[in-house]
Protein backbone atom coordinates (compact mmCIF):
# COMPACT_ATOMS: atom_id res chain seq x y z
CA UNK A 1 0.00 0.00 0.00
CA UNK A 2 1.30 3.68 -0.54
CA UNK A 3 1.98 6.30 1.44
CA UNK A 4 -1.73 7.95 3.35
CA UNK A 5 -3.16 10.67 1.38
CA UNK A 6 -3.21 12.51 4.52
CA UNK A 7 -0.80 12.05 7.70
CA UNK A 8 -0.89 14.37 11.27
CA UNK A 9 1.66 12.86 13.31
CA UNK A 10 1.58 13.74 17.36
CA UNK A 11 0.18 17.31 15.76
CA UNK A 12 -0.27 19.99 18.71
CA UNK A 13 -1.14 23.43 17.94
CA UNK A 14 -0.97 25.93 21.23
CA UNK A 15 -2.21 29.67 20.33
CA UNK A 16 -0.42 32.62 22.34
CA UNK A 17 -2.19 35.59 23.25
CA UNK A 18 -0.68 38.74 21.54
CA UNK A 19 -1.05 40.82 24.08
CA UNK A 20 0.44 39.05 26.61
CA UNK A 21 2.61 36.09 25.73
CA UNK A 22 2.03 34.33 29.20
CA UNK A 23 -1.58 34.08 28.34
CA UNK A 24 -1.58 30.39 26.07
CA UNK A 25 -4.25 28.02 24.60
CA UNK A 26 -3.12 24.60 23.66
CA UNK A 27 -6.28 23.45 21.36
CA UNK A 28 -5.22 20.19 20.35
CA UNK A 29 -2.61 18.03 21.67
CA UNK A 30 -0.67 14.88 20.46
CA UNK A 31 -2.92 14.33 17.75
CA UNK A 32 -2.10 11.44 15.28
CA UNK A 33 -4.74 11.42 12.37
CA UNK A 34 -4.36 9.34 8.78
CA UNK A 35 -7.06 9.33 5.65
CA UNK A 36 -5.84 6.68 3.12
CA UNK A 37 -6.43 7.46 -0.66
CA UNK A 38 -10.45 7.42 -1.57
CA UNK A 39 -10.79 7.01 2.19
CA UNK A 40 -13.96 9.11 3.67
CA UNK A 41 -13.30 10.29 7.51
CA UNK A 42 -15.10 12.16 9.90
CA UNK A 43 -14.28 13.98 13.21
CA UNK A 44 -16.87 14.51 15.88
CA UNK A 45 -16.20 16.29 19.10
CA UNK A 46 -17.51 18.57 21.06
CA UNK A 47 -18.18 22.51 20.27
CA UNK A 48 -14.67 24.38 20.72
CA UNK A 49 -12.42 20.79 20.99
CA UNK A 50 -10.23 22.16 17.87
CA UNK A 51 -12.02 20.34 14.84
CA UNK A 52 -11.39 23.10 12.76
CA UNK A 53 -7.98 23.52 14.05
CA UNK A 54 -7.04 20.26 12.65
CA UNK A 55 -8.47 20.61 9.22
CA UNK A 56 -6.62 24.40 8.96
CA UNK A 57 -3.19 22.36 9.37
CA UNK A 58 -4.25 19.97 7.11
CA UNK A 59 -5.35 22.90 4.84
CA UNK A 60 -1.48 24.09 5.08
CA UNK A 61 -3.52 27.10 6.41
CA UNK A 62 -2.24 27.00 10.16
CA UNK A 63 1.34 25.54 11.14
CA UNK A 64 1.49 23.31 14.02
CA UNK A 65 3.21 23.92 16.86
CA UNK A 66 4.30 20.28 16.95
CA UNK A 67 4.05 17.32 15.41
CA UNK A 68 4.60 16.42 11.19
CA UNK A 69 1.82 16.81 8.63
CA UNK A 70 2.48 14.92 5.28
CA UNK A 71 0.42 14.27 1.95
CA UNK A 72 1.18 11.50 0.35
CA UNK A 73 4.12 10.80 2.15
CA UNK A 74 5.62 14.21 1.37
CA UNK A 75 5.96 16.76 4.48
CA UNK A 76 3.45 19.54 3.81
CA UNK A 77 4.93 22.58 3.76
CA UNK A 78 2.82 25.87 3.46
CA UNK A 79 -0.55 25.65 1.30
CA UNK A 80 -1.69 21.95 0.44
CA UNK A 81 -1.81 22.55 -2.84
CA UNK A 82 -3.25 18.48 -3.34
CA UNK A 83 -6.40 19.62 -1.03
CA UNK A 84 -9.85 21.49 -1.60
CA UNK A 85 -11.38 23.01 1.29
CA UNK A 86 -15.21 23.29 1.56
CA UNK A 87 -15.80 25.87 4.47
CA UNK A 88 -18.54 25.89 6.79
CA UNK A 89 -19.40 29.77 6.16
CA UNK A 90 -20.28 30.93 2.96
CA UNK A 91 -17.46 31.80 0.51
CA UNK A 92 -18.72 32.59 -2.68
CA UNK A 93 -18.09 36.20 -3.71
CA UNK A 94 -21.36 37.70 -4.51
CA UNK A 95 -20.56 39.75 -7.31
CA UNK A 96 -19.49 37.05 -9.27
CA UNK A 97 -22.05 35.10 -11.10
CA UNK A 98 -22.34 30.68 -9.80
CA UNK A 99 -20.39 30.12 -13.27
CA UNK A 100 -17.81 32.85 -12.30
CA UNK A 101 -17.39 31.49 -8.95
CA UNK A 102 -17.05 28.06 -9.90
CA UNK A 103 -14.21 29.19 -12.90
CA UNK A 104 -12.08 31.25 -10.40
CA UNK A 105 -9.79 28.86 -8.95
CA UNK A 106 -9.46 27.57 -12.55
CA UNK A 107 -8.86 30.85 -13.65
CA UNK A 108 -5.93 31.53 -11.19
CA UNK A 109 -4.26 28.26 -12.22
CA UNK A 110 -4.59 29.13 -15.86
CA UNK A 111 -7.01 26.72 -16.73
CA UNK A 112 -7.82 27.19 -20.58
CA UNK A 113 -10.72 25.45 -20.58
CA UNK A 114 -12.10 26.67 -17.01
CA UNK A 115 -15.42 28.18 -18.71
CA UNK A 116 -16.49 24.28 -19.91
CA UNK A 117 -14.94 22.74 -16.68
CA UNK A 118 -16.96 24.97 -14.46
CA UNK A 119 -19.86 24.14 -16.08
CA UNK A 120 -19.81 20.91 -16.38
CA UNK A 121 -19.78 20.78 -12.42
CA UNK A 122 -22.49 23.34 -12.09
CA UNK A 123 -24.27 20.44 -14.29
CA UNK A 124 -23.30 17.69 -11.82
CA UNK A 125 -24.54 19.57 -9.37
CA UNK A 126 -27.93 20.01 -10.27
CA UNK A 127 -27.57 23.74 -11.05
CA UNK A 128 -26.83 23.89 -14.81
CA UNK A 129 -29.64 25.88 -15.79
CA UNK A 130 -28.59 29.15 -13.17
CA UNK A 131 -25.08 29.52 -14.18
CA UNK A 132 -26.07 33.28 -14.69
CA UNK A 133 -27.26 33.54 -11.04
CA UNK A 134 -25.37 35.25 -8.26
CA UNK A 135 -25.26 34.49 -4.71
CA UNK A 136 -28.06 36.35 -3.43
CA UNK A 137 -30.36 34.73 -6.42
CA UNK A 138 -29.90 31.34 -5.27
CA UNK A 139 -31.35 29.63 -2.11
CA UNK A 140 -28.93 28.28 0.56
CA UNK A 141 -28.84 24.62 -0.67
CA UNK A 142 -28.29 25.70 -4.34
CA UNK A 143 -25.31 27.75 -2.71
CA UNK A 144 -23.89 25.26 -1.01
CA UNK A 145 -24.02 23.09 -4.16
CA UNK A 146 -22.14 25.99 -6.42
CA UNK A 147 -19.57 25.68 -3.20
CA UNK A 148 -19.38 21.84 -4.08
CA UNK A 149 -18.86 22.24 -7.50
CA UNK A 150 -16.16 25.02 -6.83
CA UNK A 151 -14.29 22.96 -4.73
CA UNK A 152 -14.14 20.18 -7.05
CA UNK A 153 -13.82 21.47 -10.48
CA UNK A 154 -9.82 21.77 -9.30
CA UNK A 155 -10.24 17.66 -9.03
CA UNK A 156 -7.86 17.72 -5.65
CA UNK A 157 -6.59 14.40 -4.69
CA UNK A 158 -8.19 15.73 -0.54
CA UNK A 159 -11.42 17.23 -0.04
CA UNK A 160 -11.46 19.00 3.29
CA UNK A 161 -15.08 19.84 4.25
CA UNK A 162 -15.71 22.19 7.22
CA UNK A 163 -19.67 21.24 9.03
CA UNK A 164 -20.57 22.44 5.11
CA UNK A 165 -24.03 21.56 5.61
CA UNK A 166 -25.15 23.02 9.27
CA UNK A 167 -27.04 25.70 7.93
CA UNK A 168 -29.34 23.51 5.77
CA UNK A 169 -33.16 22.72 6.67
CA UNK A 170 -33.08 18.30 7.36
CA UNK A 171 -34.18 17.60 3.76
CA UNK A 172 -31.62 19.40 1.61
CA UNK A 173 -29.24 18.66 4.26
CA UNK A 174 -29.79 15.29 3.33
CA UNK A 175 -29.85 15.46 -0.64
CA UNK A 176 -26.40 17.50 -0.18
CA UNK A 177 -24.91 14.54 1.58
CA UNK A 178 -26.06 11.93 -0.71
CA UNK A 179 -24.73 14.29 -3.56
CA UNK A 180 -21.38 14.21 -1.44
CA UNK A 181 -21.35 10.68 -1.65
CA UNK A 182 -22.51 9.62 -5.56
CA UNK A 183 -19.55 12.26 -6.45
CA UNK A 184 -17.24 10.59 -3.53
CA UNK A 185 -18.08 7.58 -5.12
CA UNK A 186 -17.25 8.66 -8.55
CA UNK A 187 -14.02 9.81 -8.27
CA UNK A 188 -13.03 8.77 -4.73
CA UNK A 189 -10.89 11.31 -3.37
CA UNK A 190 -9.46 11.00 0.25
CA UNK A 191 -12.48 13.30 2.25
CA UNK A 192 -11.54 14.83 6.10
CA UNK A 193 -15.17 15.79 7.40
CA UNK A 194 -15.67 17.79 10.28
CA UNK A 195 -18.79 17.58 11.67
CA UNK A 196 -21.15 17.92 14.80
CA UNK A 197 -23.62 15.33 13.76
CA UNK A 198 -23.14 11.92 14.53
CA UNK A 199 -25.62 10.75 12.34
CA UNK A 200 -24.37 12.32 9.29
CA UNK A 201 -20.91 11.23 10.59
CA UNK A 202 -21.83 7.36 10.69
CA UNK A 203 -23.96 7.60 7.33
CA UNK A 204 -21.44 9.09 5.06
CA UNK A 205 -18.44 7.74 6.54
CA UNK A 206 -15.72 4.79 6.28
CA UNK A 207 -14.20 5.81 9.96
CA UNK A 208 -15.57 8.24 12.55
CA UNK A 209 -12.84 9.44 15.00
CA UNK A 210 -14.06 11.11 18.06
CA UNK A 211 -11.88 13.53 19.85
CA UNK A 212 -12.08 14.68 22.92
CA UNK A 213 -12.99 18.28 24.89
CA UNK A 214 -10.26 20.78 24.91
CA UNK A 215 -8.55 22.41 26.09
CA UNK A 216 -6.21 20.04 24.70
CA UNK A 217 -8.70 17.66 22.45
CA UNK A 218 -6.89 14.28 21.49
CA UNK A 219 -8.40 11.45 19.93
CA UNK A 220 -9.96 9.21 22.49
CA UNK A 221 -12.02 6.70 19.61
CA UNK A 222 -11.65 5.30 16.49
CA UNK A 223 -14.76 3.48 14.80
CA UNK A 224 -14.98 1.63 11.39
CA UNK A 225 -18.35 2.06 9.58
CA UNK A 226 -18.95 -1.07 7.89
CA UNK A 227 -22.02 -0.24 6.19
CA UNK A 228 -22.35 -1.52 3.12
CA UNK A 229 -22.32 1.11 0.45
CA UNK A 230 -24.00 2.50 -1.86
CA UNK A 231 -25.72 4.30 0.98
CA UNK A 232 -28.62 6.60 1.45
CA UNK A 233 -28.80 8.89 4.36
CA UNK A 234 -32.00 8.64 5.16
CA UNK A 235 -32.59 5.38 4.61
CA UNK A 236 -29.53 3.58 6.72
CA UNK A 237 -30.19 5.24 9.44
CA UNK A 238 -32.87 2.55 10.18
CA UNK A 239 -30.42 -0.19 9.78
CA UNK A 240 -29.35 -2.38 13.36
CA UNK A 241 -25.90 -1.94 12.27
CA UNK A 242 -26.37 1.77 12.20
CA UNK A 243 -28.16 2.42 15.61
CA UNK A 244 -25.38 -0.41 16.93
CA UNK A 245 -22.54 2.44 15.74
CA UNK A 246 -24.19 5.23 16.88
CA UNK A 247 -24.69 3.77 20.74
CA UNK A 248 -20.64 2.70 20.45
CA UNK A 249 -19.61 5.92 19.31
CA UNK A 250 -22.40 7.98 21.75
CA UNK A 251 -21.15 6.00 24.80
CA UNK A 252 -17.49 7.57 23.96
CA UNK A 253 -18.63 10.90 22.59
CA UNK A 254 -21.34 11.74 25.80
CA UNK A 255 -19.47 12.33 28.35
CA UNK A 256 -16.70 14.67 26.44
CA UNK A 257 -20.08 16.90 25.22
CA UNK A 258 -20.70 17.40 28.45
CA UNK A 259 -17.74 18.48 29.65
CA UNK A 260 -17.46 21.42 26.82
CA UNK A 261 -20.79 22.23 27.84
CA UNK A 262 -19.96 23.18 31.37
CA UNK A 263 -16.65 24.55 30.04
CA UNK A 264 -19.30 27.02 27.57
CA UNK A 265 -21.06 27.87 30.73
CA UNK A 266 -18.61 28.30 32.85
CA UNK A 267 -16.83 31.05 30.03
Wanted: hydrophobic share 45%; with cysteine; aromatic share 6%.
Amino acid sequence: MGAPALSLRGVGCTFVDRHDARQRYTAVSDVTLEVGAGEFVSVVGPTGCGKSTLLNVAAGLLAPSSGTVAVFGAPLSGINARAGYMFQAESLMPWRTALANVMAGLEFRGAADAKERAMEWLRRVGLGAFGDRYPHQLSGGMRKRTSLAQTLALDPDIILMDEPFSALDIQTRQLMENEVLALWAAKKKAVLFITHDLDEAIAMSDRVVVLSAGPASRPIGEFTVDLERPRDVAEVRAMPRFVELHQAIWGVLRDEVLKGYQQQLAA
